[in-house]
């Protein structure tokens, strides 16, 4: 089966090795998809380790990774452990706020994140922010809450916060101005235009950039990843989701970050190695060492 643009459902092979080491910023290692023939028969763990090992090999050597549940978050605190190539992110998903505000135990769901966020190698609060693609109106309210509650957290301990933005523009730019934005903000799979990058970039937030980017269809995003300065320049996959050209649909993996970094590379004329460099500089300001 040849890779195709859309729906390519082929274990994607490791991309070519970047000439200079890069960081994930954004990974899900513990979600599982049945579509993923590569890991078929592997526990968690060995699961991971062939995340790890397969980013390694290509110059992917960092990542973060991010549980936004309860059990993915508690998971989160476990494996930065185990693996010196992660540092780990922990919050409420902003689909998962709202739940949690319905079953009445939203107190006790944060209470258990802001535990994990002591953590020395949790340097994350997120993904927070709003979803209004997957949230009905009723459990907006619920949502901006956790949402400024997870701003709040970042604050007080200091640790870097990472926003979710579907469809919420205006809403995440407004609650994030009236809260007061976290030193270091990063805007996880950077979703909007021209306009908005350039109020983040002014704002001092950073942009992290997903699979997305590449696609055929997301001339608009790049014109976006085209006017932010690339110290303020982020890459991420979302594993496994939002996987780049050519295995879009497919399950994405942190090694395929560097298909991106390569577009994002093309898109502001740099070279490789050049884009490799200032992201990894980027980043360990961003989280700190690994
Ligand atoms: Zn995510």
Redesign the pocket.
């Known amino acids: 089966m040849s890779p195709t643009d859309q729906g390519n459902r082929s274990a994607p092979a490791r991309p070519d090795p970047l000439p200079l080491p890069v960081v994930d910023n954004?990974a899900?290692l513990d979600i599982r998809r049945d579509d993923d023939l590569a890991s078929d028969g592997l526990d968690l763990a060995a699961h991971v380790e062939r995340l790890v090992k397969d980013a390694r090999a290509v110059g992917v050597d960092r990542i973060v990774q991010?549980g936004?549940d309860i059990e993915s978050a508690e998971l989160t605190a476990e494996l930065v452990d185990v693996h010196p190539a992660l540092l780990g992110g922990v919050a409420l998903h902003p689909n998962e706020a709202p739940l949690h505000a319905e079953r009445g135990d939203l107190d006790e769901a944060f209470a258990v994140i802001e535990r994990l966020v002591e953590h020395p190698r949790i340097r994350v609060v997120g993904?927070t922010g709003l979803d209004y693609y997957r949230t009905e109106p009723e459990g907006r309210g619920a949502q901006q809450d956790s949402f400024r509650r997870h701003i709040d957290l970042a604050k007080r301990t200091g640790k870097v916060l990472q926003i979710?933005d579907r469809d919420a523009h205006d809403d995440v730019l407004r609650i994030l101005a009236e809260e007061g934005a976290p030193a270091k903000t990063v805007m996880?799979?950077f979703s909007g235009d021209m306009a908005m990058a350039r109020e983040c970039v002014e704002r001092g937030y950073y942009l992290s950039f997903a699979g997305t980017v590449t696609f055929k269809s997301a001339r608009e995003l790049r014109n976006a990843l085209s006017v932010v300065p690339p110290s303020q320049l982020l890459v991420e996959t979302?594993t496994p989701?939002l996987t780049p050209t050519p295995y879009r649909g497919g399950v994405n993996a942190p090694m395929l970050v560097a298909l991106t970094v390569r577009t994002m590379a093309d898109v502001l004329t740099m070279s490789v190695a050049d884009l490799c460099r200032t992201i990894s500089a980027t980043s360990e300001d961003v989280y700190g060492p690994w």
């Open positions: 954004h899900h991010i936004c993904e979710h996880h799979c979302d989701y």
